[in-house]
């Protein structure tokens, strides 16, 4: 059973312009974090705190949902193809490989789950995609849901580290994540009771920063789930 939670700087509860959805408006990998832009510095100084990675502000396509439109890995990055060079190059300039996706179902980060062993992703990519996808993040890809959903990187939260999933997961779904990450899969929830884990959590396996109505006890299967109790 996941303790009561104590926070510490390496788990920040945070709201984005008094948003708790933060996994919509940043992603990061072990390195580096985009973000939304014009938030506090304040803000920023716990992002960084916790996740321990160089923060790059930006836009996609001047949107700032830069969770729902970009995934990345230690490798690479798949973006939605909304013709941003400016996104692009400031992918490129953090050493990863760069994917721009043009099918018909494009929010990248609603619909991959990556970390650096393996990627889940939605079940309608064509098969051209998907070969594509693993030359750039470097890792088998394979197709599937989270709780019978598609939109998997909005179901879930991976790092090399633990995956805490949408709570109606089955059985063979999580045997496929396991064996996909190689990592263990718990069920959580975030925000007070939602269960799209991805809309109000990002993390590496340094830490996290989740949103501001995240309850204590959310918090403590978060870092179980994680393993940030080892």
């Given at each position: 059973m996941a303790k009561e939670f104590e926070e510490t700087s390496h788990f920040q509860r945070l709201f984005f312009n008094e948003n708790p959805n933060?996994?919509?408006?940043?992603?990061?990998?072990e390195n580096v974090c985009f973000i939304m832009r014009h938030l506090t510095k304040k803000?920023?100084?716990?992002?960084?705190s916790a996740l321990k990675v160089k923060i790059v502000e930006t836009t996609i396509?001047?949107?700032?949902?830069?969770?729902?439109?970009?995934?990345i890995n230690?490798?690479?990055?798949?973006?939605?193809?909304?013709?941003?060079?400016k996104v692009n190059g400031q992918i490129v300039d953090q050493g990863l490989n760069i994917f721009v996706i043009d099918d018909k179902i494009n929010a990248a980060g609603n619909i991959i789950l990556v970390n650096d062993y393996g990627a889940l992703v939605h079940p309608d990519f064509k098969d051209t995609t998907i070969k594509k996808m693993k030359e750039i993040f470097e890792v088998p890809v394979e197709r599937g849901t989270i709780g019978s959903l598609k939109t998997v990187g909005m179901a879930a939260v991976v790092t090399n580290k633990g995956l805490l999933c949408h709570p109606k997961i089955d059985t063979e779904e999580q045997m496929k994540l396991e064996k996909i990450f190689?990592?263990?899969?718990?069920?959580?929830?975030?925000?007070?009771?939602?269960?799209?884990?991805?809309?109000?959590?990002?993390?590496?396996?340094k830490g996290a920063i989740i949103g501001g109505l995240t309850t204590g006890i959310e918090m403590g299967r978060i870092e179980e789930a994680l393993h940030f109790l080892d």
């Open positions: 933060v996994g919509v408006f940043c992603r990061t990998n803000i920023k100084n716990k992002v960084n396509a001047e949107a700032t949902i830069i969770g729902s439109l970009l995934s230690s490798h690479g990055a798949v973006i939605t193809d909304l013709s941003d060079e190689d990592v263990e899969v718990m069920i959580g929830t975030v925000n007070h009771g939602v269960p799209l884990i991805g809309s109000g959590l990002v993390a590496n396996t």
